[in-house]
């Protein structure tokens, strides 16, 4: 009989034999950083499904919405087909919405099943590529450009901190409030034959940027025949200054590295502003991640808006949680948003309101990814519906991206 509970220490072995098999990978028990919020089914003793939630908050409009993290949903190979994989997600997202997490975001490996869990594509990981030769001269402190040293561990706060500023300008990133999670993946070592570290750039008592990175060899595509690239998980700036004295950092690496490469939003103009005469042409690999709506009342005030005015009835199909269903009255003031629960007779007769929509269009639209226009053109709201140009002014943003991988 399968029963499902939260994995304990005297678990961890058979948890990480568990993720080898599920994932076609080797790793040893200690990689399992935490088993902290990691629910697994159990036939008898033996885990043969797991899932784990990792405690984020992600900016939205300048705001922190409280978001539940999915990784490692893993199910044995011969248990798979029986829904344990449905049966576990459903069981964390229920868990997580309890907690007060808004919003749910994953990357996804089976994108069907995570659709009918009410999931939707969110946002974008994107990687981009250019020559070292390409970044521009350190210029040093004195002439346009800024000191750059090793990070050190008394550095943490002013890198948390460093990374809110930077974030609150983007949708989409994640942030964890745990300090173990930034130690451990964020700045911590991936591997010794990586030669990774970590960089900051002092400003005062504080810091205006960072980069963590490691050199790895190159892969087929690259701008030479041999050698190294440098790969940044995070580079964080908060003004152009800062984000030259770290390309110029780089430019150091010509001995070294031939190719920089960074994650970013998908224009990535101030970098791409900052690299000489072939700034634009970056290369980038594109990962996708999704996102679900937990608590429709408590997204839709947790985030931040444009300065938009108007109001829109809102009702969501939505199986896991008919309590999101509405319908809902969404008014907004010059970007202050308020929320609150209509009668249905009520609603029917209210300007601005159309038909449902799923739970999980409506989270691509609640991020920015999907507009307004682009649910007409797929059929889940009509052309002369009058909540499009509202809705468009107050989902109108950056597309959104994410630098963390998990």
């Known amino acids: 009989m399968i029963e499902m509970r939260p994995a304990g220490e005297a678990d961890r072995e058979s948890v990480a034999s568990l993720l080898d098999l599920a994932f076609n990978m080797r790793r040893n028990a200690v990689d399992i950083q935490e088993l902290r919020r990691r629910l697994c089914a159990f036939d008898g ?19 922190r919405v409280p978001c539940a993290g999915l990784a490692g949903v893993a199910v044995l190979p011969e248990y798979r087909g029986q829904g344990l994989a449905s049966a576990i997600v459903r069981t964390v997202l229920r868990d997580e919405r309890a907690r007060g997490r808004a919003i749910s975001a994953l990357y996804p490996t089976a994108t069907a099943l995570y659709r009918s869990l009410g999931y939707e594509f969110g946002g974008v990981r994107l990687q981009f590529r250019a020559p070292i030769a390409d970044l521009p001269a350190h210029r040093g402190r004195g002439r346009g450009g800024g000191e750059v040293r090793q990070m050190e561990a008394t550095d943490l706060d002013n890198v948390m901190n460093c990374f809110s500023l930077f974030a609150s300008g983007h949708n989409g990133p994640v942030q964890s409030p745990d300090r173990d999670w930034w130690h ?35 892969g087929p595509g690259g701008f030479g025949d041999n050698g190294y690239k440098a790969v940044c998980n995070h580079l964080v700036f908060e003004d152009f200054r800062a984000l030259r004295t770290l390309l110029g950092y780089f430019r150091g690496f010509e001995n070294s590295a031939s190719e920089l490469a960074w994650y970013g939003p998908p224009t990535t103009p101030q970098v791409a502003l900052a690299i000489g005469s072939n700034g634009f042409s970056m290369r980038s690999s594109l990962t996708r991640w999704m996102t679900r709506v937990l608590d429709v009342p408590l997204a839709l005030r947790s985030r931040g808006y444009p300065q938009a005015t108007g109001e829109a009835v809102v009702e969501i199909d939505d199986t896991l949680f008919p309590e999101n269903a509405g319908p809902w009255l969404v008014q907004a003031d010059a970007g202050r948003v308020s929320v609150e629960p209509l009668d249905p007779a009520a609603a ?36 002369d519906d009058e909540r499009v140009p509202f809705l468009s002014a107050l989902f109108a943003g950056p597309v959104p991206w994410m630098p963390d991988f998990f």
């Open 45 to 63: 003793d033996r885990p043969v499904a797991s899932a784990r939630s990792i405690d984020y908050d992600q900016w939205f409009g300048g705001q």
């Open 184 to 218: 451990d993946h964020v700045l911590a070592p991936k591997s010794d034959r990586d030669l990774p570290r970590a960089v900051v750039v002092p400003d005062g008592e504080g810091l205006s940027g960072y980069v963590n990175y490691h050199l790895e060899p190159w």
């Open 348 to 383: 029917a007769h209210r300007p601005g309101t159309g038909k449902p929509l799923s739970i999980g269009l409506f989270s691509a639209l609640y991020t920015g990814f999907a507009s307004p226009a682009d649910l007409v053109v797929v059929g889940a709201m009509d052309e």
